[in-house]
């Protein structure tokens, strides 16, 4: 039953929307299992339990659910199937993923750190249009990309696809979900021409120091890099780089109120005090390996070499947590 690949041949359970997530949680909290432990005692995989189920991308097996019931009851089996159910779909209906029917439910997060790099990265390098966010970027930096795909789908629940575009030395990555734009709505993101319409992050990322330093690694990684300050000296700076008036006005809050002192013209913004670029990255850090990887240089060698450079090492190195720097 619980190998990949293998669908479970039973009749299907159609709940009301938002149930079968309700259904699960209560069934859980009732065993006193994890995830892992629940999906081990049913025999399936931890992944079909946690995203497919509970989020209600595929319908629950009415075998499974009546097996849950019976060993963690909350509510009578005849309750369920009166209030909770809508229908019983035939065991060889070829099942398919909630979405073609309804809206693409998702994962609504919590404030925290991670969530405020995903709106820096948003606001760096995405565009909003009514269905699609895309987010797009130089092809070097794949390894960026899959670590931004974990992100999404551990904030979210929701799958991205990762394209290579044909003859250009791009990537992008997008994310098919009308929900995830009106929760992107909801948070200051704007639809089409983001500096048109003004485009600016939340008030709440102001809020908190971890929200801060989240929402300026996303924007690091996007929208800035660190550089060499001048020829023949072991000297860098941190920059960012935007035509927008109000996300430079937010980079500048941001680094402000994160306890740095930042210079600014008409496009960039800079962190220049060498004590400060140290420290930008034992508290802010980097996800992107084009960052990282410069900075390791920067810190052996006193030099900082030019992306082309290093592009096999950037290609090749894999990020699974965002990098901050041992304070000394």
Same mark, same amino acid.
């Given at each position: 039953?619980?190998?990949?690949?293998i669908?479970i041949?039973d009749?299907?359970?159609?709940?009301?929307?938002?149930?079968q997530?309700?259904?699960?949680?209560?069934?859980?909290?009732k065993?006193?299992?994890?995830?892992?432990?629940?999906?081990?005692?049913?025999?399936?995989?931890? !992944?079909?339990?946690? =995203?497919?189920?509970?989020?209600?991308?595929?319908?629950?097996?009415?075998?499974?659910?009546?097996?849950?019931?019976? @060993?963690?009851?909350?509510?009578?089996?005849e /309750?369920?199937?009166?209030k909770?159910? /809508?229908?019983?779909?035939?065991?060889?209906?070829?099942?398919?993923?909630?979405?073609?029917?309804?809206?693409?439910?998702i @994962?609504?997060?919590?404030?925290? @750190?991670e969530?405020?790099?995903?709106?820096g $990265?948003?606001?760096?390098?995405? !565009?909003?249009d009514? &269905? %699609?966010?895309?987010?797009? *970027?130089?092809?070097?930096?794949?390894? !960026?990309?899959?670590?931004?795909?974990? &992100?999404? +789908?551990?904030?979210?629940?929701?799958?991205?696809? $990762?394209? &290579?575009?044909?003859?250009?030395?791009?990537?992008?990555?997008? %994310?098919?979900?009308t @929900?995830?734009?009106?929760?992107?709505?909801a948070?200051?993101?704007?639809?089409?021409?983001?500096?048109?319409?003004?485009?600016?992050?939340?008030?709440?990322?102001?809020?908190?120091?971890?929200?801060?330093y989240?929402?300026?690694?996303?924007?690091?990684?996007t929208?800035? *890099?660190?550089?060499?300050?001048?020829?023949?000296?072991?000297?860098?700076?941190?920059?960012?780089?935007?035509?927008?008036? !109000?996300?430079?006005?937010?980079?500048?809050?941001?680094?402000?109120?994160? *306890?740095?002192?930042?210079?600014?013209?008409? #496009?960039?913004?800079?962190?220049?005090?060498?004590?400060? #670029?140290?420290? =930008?990255?034992?508290?802010?850090?980097s996800?992107?390996?084009?960052?990282?990887?410069?900075?390791?240089?920067?810190?052996? /060698?006193?030099e900082?070499?030019? +992306?082309?450079?290093?592009? &096999?090492?950037?290609?090749?190195?894999k #990020?699974?947590?965002?990098?901050?720097?041992? #304070?000394?």
């Amino acid at each position: 039953m619980g190998k990949v690949g293998i669908s479970i041949k039973d009749k299907r359970l159609k709940f009301k929307i938002g149930l079968q997530k309700i259904f699960l949680i209560k069934i859980k909290e009732k065993s006193c299992l994890s995830w892992t432990k629940l999906a081990k005692r049913l025999n399936v995989c931890t !992944h079909t339990l946690m =995203f497919d189920w509970r989020n209600e991308r595929s319908t629950l097996p009415q075998g499974i659910a009546k097996k849950l019931l019976d @060993e963690y009851p909350f509510e009578k089996w005849e /309750t369920i199937e009166s209030k909770w159910i /809508t229908g019983v779909l035939d065991e060889d209906w070829r099942q398919k993923s909630l979405a073609d029917n309804i809206k693409k439910r998702i @994962e609504i997060p919590p404030r925290s @750190e991670e969530l405020a790099e995903i709106f820096g $990265i948003v606001l760096g390098d995405g !565009h909003l249009d009514r &269905k %699609v966010l895309t987010i797009a *970027g130089n092809s070097n930096e794949l390894m !960026h990309y899959i670590y931004l795909n974990q &992100k999404i +789908k551990m904030l979210f629940g929701l799958d991205s696809k $990762i394209i &290579k575009i044909k003859n250009q030395n791009s990537m992008q990555l997008r %994310v098919n979900s009308t @929900e995830l734009i009106k929760f992107l709505i909801a948070n200051n993101f704007v639809l089409g021409d983001k500096i048109k319409n003004k485009e600016s992050l939340p008030d709440w990322i102001f809020e908190k120091k971890e929200f801060i330093y989240g929402a300026l690694r996303g924007l690091f990684d996007t929208d800035g *890099g660190i550089y060499q300050k001048q020829k023949r000296y072991k000297r860098a700076i941190i920059e960012f780089q935007t035509e927008s008036p !109000h996300i430079r006005k937010n980079l500048f809050e941001l680094i402000e109120k994160a *306890g740095f002192k930042p210079s600014k013209s008409d #496009v960039n913004v800079r962190i220049q005090n060498q004590a400060e #670029v140290l420290r =930008f990255f034992q508290l802010i850090g980097s996800a992107n390996p084009k960052n990282i990887i410069r900075y390791t240089y920067f810190i052996k /060698t006193g030099e900082i070499p030019l +992306k082309e450079k290093l592009k &096999k090492e950037i290609i090749s190195f894999k #990020v699974e947590k965002s990098f901050k720097a041992p #304070v000394v």
